[in-house]
């Protein structure tokens, strides 16, 4: 009587920790630049990716809610970039497609951190960016 209802538990508790890895390997991913998968920008710094060089120049809006806030919505930050010698706005989230040196590039807006505090001066200087930048191949 007791054996089916065991290898149920089982079951649902094998379950819960694949559910479990799955749902920390994917924040650890956008937490963790190091991965080769993001780009990590600082305020008011260059870095180069693939020959191209990618400016954080400006924080142009950051109405995201503060950490420790209640908020009805979660806000948005908009940004300046320089990428080469093209300066282009992007929003959180965002993905917009760039041409740097015969080269597609399509640069999506991942993160930018730290999260502003409830109650907490932000300073803008210790801002820095999760970019995601890919080479978008043509077909011949």
């Known amino acids: 009587m007791y054996k089916p209802m065991l290898k149920s538990i089982k079951l649902y508790n094998q379950l819960f920790v694949i559910f479990l890895i799955i749902l920390f390997s994917q924040s650890y991913m956008i937490a963790s630049p190091w991965m080769g998968a993001l780009t ?3 305020y008011h710094k260059t870095v180069k990716k693939d020959k191209m060089k990618i400016a954080f120049k400006e924080i142009i809006s950051d109405n995201r ?3 420790g806030a209640q908020c009805i919505t979660a806000g948005t930050v908009k940004v300046l970039l320089k990428i080469g010698n093209t300066k282009t706005e992007i929003q959180l989230g965002a993905t917009t497609k760039i ?3 015969n080269h597609n590039y ?10 502003r505090e409830k109650e907490k001066e932000y300073n803008k200087e210790e801002a820095y960016l999760f970019l995601k ?7 011949p």
């Open 65 to 67: 809610c503060p950490v």
């Open 133 to 139: 930048i890919v080479e978008i191949k043509s077909t």
């Open 106 to 115: 399509q640069v999506q807006f991942v993160d930018m951190r730290p999260y």
């Open 99 to 101: 041409i740097y040196k």
């Open 40 to 42: 990590q920008v600082y």
